[in-house]
Structures are given as structure tokens and as C-alpha cells.
């Protein structure tokens, strides 16, 4: 079987009807392949599409289409607003996903959270105009609050005892300008980098949750090998991120003190050279840890001492 090919056993039920998905889903074998929910547009969306290439999925993506298929995979990307991916990826009609953890909070449903993917992160918070001076959440209980996180919203202040008090207005973007306006008191809102909220004389009066992208599937999706398969590929573009390879070259006598220092995954990669007191070595160490050891290697007499990125890997035994 190719690359290309599904999985033994593994294909979606007659039941779900995907002749909405492509005038040709048939022609296709859309039932032999995962449904991959990708944001469409967005802050997460460039983020996505370098990820895929990284975890190996090509595919064609025409023009106005909103699915796309991986040539060397059985699998089909289906771009979707990233705030519609945690129900899509719930109620079973797409298999795996890439979306925020706000997202998932805010549509409350029950989803399988796999790795986290390092980007996309901010903190979903609670501002207001500066002058007003609020110090806290206690202060806005009654007031005019617009979000596009109403469930989170009315949630928070539940918790601070104001929910029949406070009005809150759903707006769909450009929440930013509601207090500027004078349709809002307060807006609940992300922040990144803090740049939108200082131009608009907002501060943040509280944080109700901080959040990144995920990677999210169905307990009950019908291609469980190619789910675990991509969230493989996933954690390890992540970990290589997190690793670099160090290599250096050190005497036979100060090998054992310097292996306790770059003990790698399981063990360091130790070869022989042509002089016989000295050996290369070879490990894995935390990209933030990688000056801090090339220092203590150097202090006890290694040589040659260089770091390589990592673009893809495999860390862990399952």
C-alpha cells in the first residue's frame, strides 16, 4: 500500500453525508480520508499552514474551495474559522483540528487536547479605559460589557456574583472600539502584544485565561493510526524547537564528568578518534540550556563545541 494509501480498517461511516464538503466527494474517497480542520483566516492561520509543511502533508488547495487534498496522505485539510473548529471537531464531523484553547473554553464541548503547539499565545482579559481606574473585576459587576467570548464572559462574572447585573453584548470583532463608542463599559478581549489595547486608552482590569494553539481530535473519530500518526509528527516538530544537537570533542579522562553534564535522551553518542585519549561526543540538551553547557564543557577541557538545530524528531518511546 502507498504512502497515499488508508490506513487497514480505517474509514468514515455512510451515515455522514459530505456531498456539502466537494461537488465531487465521491470521486474523491472522502470517506477514506481524515478530516483535518485548519483555521482559514486569522492570527492562527499563517502559523497552521507552516506547520503542515513541516509534519510532511502536501496537498492542493484551489481557488475558492475550502478543502483541500494531501497528495501523499489520506487525508483532507477543511479550512474553517478557527471558533467553529471545537464543535466541528466534537459533534464528529471533522476528526482532528488545529484551534485556541480560548476557543474550547468558550464553546465548552468535549474534545481530545493533544500537543500544544507554541504559538498563538496571549491572555483572554478583562480591560477598560484607563482613566476609569478599575481595579478589579468587582468594579465592572453591572456594567456594559461586549466580547466575542459571551459564554466566558457571563462565566466570570457569575463567579463574581453579577450575572443578572451585567449586560453583556456579543460583537463578532473590532470589540476594541466598543468602549470608545459608548456601547460598553468594559470589553473581554485577547491581548498579544498589548499594541490594539494601549491605541484604544484601554488596560487590563483582569485576566480570565491565557491561551495558545492546540491540536484537538474526537475520542470517537474513525481513523484512530492516522490521528496518533499526525500528533507524532506534531510533538516532534515541537520538541525539535525545545532541543539542539551538542557536539564536542573531550578527553577519555574527563568523558564520564562531562556525560553527567549532556546526558542526552537516554545515553550520549560516544565515538572514537583517531587519537585514543580523546573522543567525540555527541547529545541532545534544552535549547535554553545550550550556552550554560557549552561554558561548563569548555571549563573542563572540551573542544570543538558546536550546536546544531533540530528541525523534526522522535523523542519518546509510546
Given at each position: 500500500?502507498?504512502?497515499?494509501?488508508?490506513?487497514?480498517?480505517?474509514?468514515?461511516?455512510?451515515?455522514?453525508?459530505?456531498?456539502?464538503?466537494h461537488p465531487d466527494a465521491a470521486t474523491f474517497e472522502l470517506r477514506d480520508k481524515l478530516l483535518f480542520a485548519v483555521p482559514k483566516?486569522?492570527?492562527?492561520?499563517?502559523?497552521?499552514?507552516?506547520?503542515?509543511?513541516?509534519?510532511?502533508?502536501?496537498?492542493?488547495?484551489?481557488?475558492?474551495?475550502?478543502?483541500?487534498?494531501?497528495?501523499?496522505?489520506?487525508?483532507?485539510?477543511?479550512?474553517?474559522?478557527?471558533?467553529?473548529?471545537?464543535?466541528?471537531?466534537?459533534?464528529?464531523?471533522?476528526?482532528?483540528?488545529?484551534?485556541?484553547?480560548?476557543?474550547?473554553?468558550?464553546?465548552?464541548?468535549?474534545?481530545?487536547?493533544?500537543?500544544?503547539?507554541?504559538?498563538?499565545?496571549?491572555?483572554?482579559?478583562?480591560?477598560?479605559?484607563?482613566?476609569?481606574?478599575?481595579?478589579?473585576?468587582?468594579?465592572?459587576?453591572?456594567?456594559?460589557?461586549?466580547?466575542?467570548?459571551?459564554?466566558?464572559?457571563?462565566?466570570?462574572?457569575?463567579?463574581?456574583?453579577?450575572?443578572?447585573?451585567?449586560?453583556?453584548?456579543?460583537?463578532?470583532?473590532?470589540?476594541?472600539?466598543?468602549?470608545?463608542?459608548?456601547?460598553?463599559?468594559?470589553?473581554?478581549?485577547?491581548?498579544?502584544?498589548?499594541?490594539?489595547?494601549?491605541?484604544?486608552?484601554?488596560?487590563?482590569?483582569?485576566?480570565?485565561?491565557?491561551?495558545?494553539?492546540?491540536?484537538?481530535?474526537?475520542?470517537?473519530?474513525?481513523?484512530?493510526?492516522?490521528?496518533?500518526?499526525?500528533?507524532?509528527?506534531?510533538?516532534?516538530?515541537?520538541?525539535?524547537?525545545?532541543?539542539?544537537?551538542?557536539?564536542?570533542?573531550?578527553?577519555?579522562?574527563?568523558?564520564?564528568?562531562?556525560?553527567?553534564?549532556?546526558?542526552?535522551?537516554?545515553?550520549?553518542?560516544?565515538?572514537?578518534?583517531v587519537d585514543p585519549e580523546w573522543v567525540a561526543v555527541q547529545a541532545m540538551v534544552k535549547s535554553a540550556q545550550t550556552h550554560e553547557?557549552?561554558?561548563?564543557?569548555?571549563?573542563?577541557?572540551?573542544?570543538?563545541i558546536l550546536t546544531t538545530d533540530i528541525s523534526n524528531t522522535r523523542l519518546f518511546v509510546e
Amino acid at each position: 500500500m502507498s504512502e497515499a494509501g488508508t490506513p487497514s480498517g480505517e474509514r468514515r461511516p455512510s451515515s455522514q453525508n459530505l456531498s456539502g464538503l466537494h461537488p465531487d466527494a465521491a470521486t474523491f474517497e472522502l470517506r477514506d480520508k481524515l478530516l483535518f480542520a485548519v483555521p482559514k483566516k486569522g492570527r492562527l492561520n499563517e502559523q497552521c499552514l507552516e506547520l503542515l509543511e513541516r509534519i510532511g502533508l502536501k496537498y492542493r488547495r484551489k481557488p475558492r474551495l475550502d478543502i483541500a487534498f494531501c497528495t501523499n496522505l489520506p487525508v483532507a485539510l477543511v479550512f474553517l474559522p478557527a471558533a467553529d473548529i471545537p464543535r466541528y471537531v466534537a459533534n464528529s464531523h471533522v476528526d482532528l483540528g488545529i484551534t485556541g484553547e480560548d476557543m474550547i473554553a468558550e464553546k465548552d464541548v468535549d474534545l481530545e487536547v493533544g500537543a500544544k503547539l507554541g504559538f498563538g499565545k496571549c491572555k483572554l482579559c478583562l480591560q477598560a479605559p484607563v482613566s476609569k481606574e478599575y481595579k478589579g473585576g468587582e468594579d465592572l459587576v453591572g456594567a456594559k460589557i461586549s466580547t466575542s467570548f459571551p459564554n466566558l464572559t457571563r462565566k466570570y462574572f457569575k463567579e463574581k456574583g453579577g450575572v443578572t447585573e451585567t449586560k453583556v453584548t456579543y460583537l463578532s470583532g473590532s470589540v476594541e472600539v466598543a468602549c470608545g463608542l459608548g456601547l460598553a463599559d468594559a470589553i473581554v478581549d485577547l491581548v498579544e502584544s498589548g499594541d490594539t489595547m494601549v491605541a484604544h486608552n484601554l488596560c487590563v482590569v483582569d485576566t480570565l485565561m491565557q491561551t495558545e494553539a492546540v491540536l484537538v481530535s474526537n475520542a470517537k473519530t474513525s481513523f484512530p493510526k492516522m490521528v496518533k500518526k499526525l500528533n507524532r509528527r506534531v510533538q516532534g516538530v515541537i520538541a525539535a524547537k525545545q532541543y539542539k544537537m551538542l557536539t564536542y570533542n573531550i578527553k577519555k579522562s574527563c568523558l564520564e564528568e562531562a556525560s553527567a553534564l549532556t546526558p542526552g535522551q537516554t545515553a550520549p553518542t560516544v565515538t572514537a578518534l583517531v587519537d585514543p585519549e580523546w573522543v567525540a561526543v555527541q547529545a541532545m540538551v534544552k535549547s535554553a540550556q545550550t550556552h550554560e553547557m557549552m561554558d561548563k564543557l569548555a571549563e573542563l577541557g572540551a573542544v570543538a563545541i558546536l550546536t546544531t538545530d533540530i528541525s523534526n524528531t522522535r523523542l519518546f518511546v509510546e
